[in-house]
């Protein structure tokens, strides 16, 4: 495939929905050099993209898409996403554009005093982009250190974990649940970064169906946990876990393995043969319970911060 030459290209504003669906379509194409693909959608329905001013893409000379970046608010994150022949350029570039928009979100809803960019270990040349934009890894800090990980699982459906005794795992509710759903997810990460509008939008994103969204219901009728399994249609479909959760009065009833092998089963039973998931290395229950259920690592993930508190 021939592309135009890198110096025609351009940034232009983001359009909403169809630059949504172009953006997934990029990573999609080249998903070796690209973090989130299969689990895109779910990010890309945030409230950071509620603002077009934190979306910025290029393009070439005959309009098609070469690159985008997304001021993550809800991860405190940058997203980026390259076309591989545009990303020796567009790459610093599309860096430089996050780091400004950064500094000109102070004082609104999408101010972070640090920002963070995750990137594939193997990816040298952004490792060199970031440290030399002031990024430092945080792989190697001491106490706060942070790393990730993307495991893989290609065997066949596990078996089911036990559901604890009174317990269903079930389809969300849709629409009617997202409030549900929006309160536990917060209380399960102890954050208030999910809101309805954001998941209201996953219900009708890419990759998304409602046999492989699940929720656990309490013996008292009370939502508990919940996951949500993606896919990515095609020859070799593949799935992808994001995310899992359990409230804290549940954890360590084996909620967690039960939603997260009930979820393996459907995603497989839509046509996946290969599922995904990523954690935080740090976070040992959950990375042994990806193991357990089968999942290998496969990628190391960087994480590298930036301070913008001090400047």
């Keep these: 495939m021939v592309y135009a030459d ?11 929905g169809e630059d949504i669906a172009a953006m997934v379509a990029l ?8 973090l989130h693909v299969v689990d895109l959608p779910y990010r890309l329905a945030s ?4 603002d077009p001013a934190n979306v910025a893409l290029w393009v070439d000379e005959r309009g098609r898409l070469a690159a985008w970046a997304v001021v993550q608010s809800p991860f405190w994150a940058f997203d980026i996403v390259t076309r591989p022949d545009a990303e020796t350029d567009l790459f610093p570039c599309a860096l430089e554009w996050a780091d400004a928009r950064g500094r000109a979100a102070r004082g609104t809803l999408h101010e972070r005093a640090s920002w963070y960019v995750h990137v594939l ?28 990980v993307l495991l893989r699982r290609t065997a066949a459906a596990p078996a089911p974990a036990p559901i604890p005794p009174g317990f269903v795992l079930r389809p969300l509710a849709g629409a009617a649940e997202v409030n549900a759903y ?10 208030k970064n999910m809101t309805p509008g954001w998941r209201a939008r996953t219900l009708t994103a890419a990759h998304h169906a409602a046999e492989t969204d699940l929720v656990a219901v ?13 896919l990515l249609p095609g020859e070799n479909a593949v799935g992808q876990i994001e995310p899992l959760g359990v409230l804290w009065d549940y954890r360590e009833l084996g909620l967690g393995a039960a939603l997260l092998t009930e979820c393996i089963r459907r995603l497989m039973a839509r046509g996946a043969a290969t599922v995904l998931v990523e954690t ?8 042994g319970l990806y193991e357990s259920a089968g999942f290998e690592p496969i990628r190391e993930v960087l994480v590298y911060r930036k301070d913008f508190s001090s400047e």
């Design 6 to 16: 890198p110096m025609k290209l351009s940034r232009r504003a983001f359009a909403g």
């Design 27 to 34: 990573a999609v194409a080249f998903p070796d050099g690209n």
């Design 47 to 50: 409230w950071a993209l509620d």
């Design 121 to 148: 270990a193997d990816q040298e040349a952004r490792l060199r982009s970031l440290e030399e934009a002031g990024f430092a890894c945080q792989a190697d800090v001491g106490e706060d250190s942070w790393s990730r």
């Design 182 to 191: 929006v309160d536990i997810h917060r209380a399960a990460f102890d954050t």
């Design 218 to 230: 309490a013996p008292d009728g009370r939502p508990a946990g919940f996951s949500i399994g993606w």
């Design 280 to 287: 935080d290395t740090y976070r040992t229950p959950a990375l």
